[in-house]
């Protein structure tokens, strides 16, 4: 919601602007990831005995999911977007997330709906 606000401020038109939208949530999604790794690595947590062990393929097809459910929200203006993020998830690597995050995705899904913008 925070992106749409920040696409319309710009003016820039998510229609023409499709690959560079698309390439920012894939950004975004792996820096998520790549913090998440690095305060699991750092000195606070190590001295704490923890531990991540988080992998990537999870972790991207969660955030292309949320990035794909929000956006869905406004589908005129993000079509190439949302169809794109849709052929992502539905690629057969990720197969094991979408049987496996079923539930926490239906339980998201239902606060997504109370969203207004």
Known sequence: MKMHDYIRCWGINPTKSAKFIHDTVRQMIYYAYASIRNK???????AGAGKCDIQKAPVVWLGTHAF???L??????????IKSLAFEMS???HRRSRKRF???VAQGLAGVSQINF
């Open 68 to 70: 794909h459910a929000v």
């Open 72 to 81: 869905s929200r406004k589908p005129k203006a993000y079509a190439q977007v």
């Open 102 to 104: 079923r539930g926490l």
């Open 91 to 93: 690629l057969p690597q």
């Open 40 to 46: 699991a690595s750092n000195s606070v947590a190590k």
